[in-house]
Nanobody
Framework: QVQLVESGGGLVQPGGSLRLSCAAS????????VGWYRQAPGNQRELVAH???????NYADSVKGRFTISRDNAKNTVYLQMNSLKPEDTAVYYC????????????????WGQGTQVTVSS
């Protein structure tokens, strides 16, 4: 069974940086497109950044120029580098993969991680 595991969250001061990781565990062959989402208390989950299997990226307007999504296909890991963090970036961050191919030749679709908390506060 495929699992996505986020890490790298924590408490950071405004203006600081964090790098989140989303690693796929299990017998993974490849990961398709991946999105980083976030959900603050009382808010809907929103897409923050997205990267295709080919490396094309797009970002929410609120994070453009501050966040960078990247991937290391050899490690089956996707990263979210977050710079110039603001208090309004505080949320639980989740990664989502549209499709994961396993070494058994099967696919799993619509996989979510468990989330990692990011808190931006002085």
């Amino acid at each position: 069974q495929v699992q996505l595991v986020e890490s790298g969250g924590g408490l950071v001061q405004p203006g600081g940086s964090l790098r989140l990781s989303c690693a796929a565990s299990g017998s993974i062959f490849s990961i398709g497109a991946v999105g980083w989402y976030r959900q603050a208390p009382g808010n809907q989950r929103e897409l923050v950044a997205h990267i295709t299997s080919g490396g094309s990226t797009n970002y929410a307007d609120s994070v453009k120029g501050r966040f960078t999504i990247s991937r290391d296909n050899a490690k089956n890991t996707v990263y979210l580098q977050m710079n110039s963090l603001k208090p309004e970036d505080t949320a639980v961050y989740y990664c989502h993969a549209d499709r994961v191919a396993t070494l058994l030749g099967t696919y799993e679709f619509d996989s979510w991680g468990q989330g990692t908390q990011v808190t931006v506060s002085s």
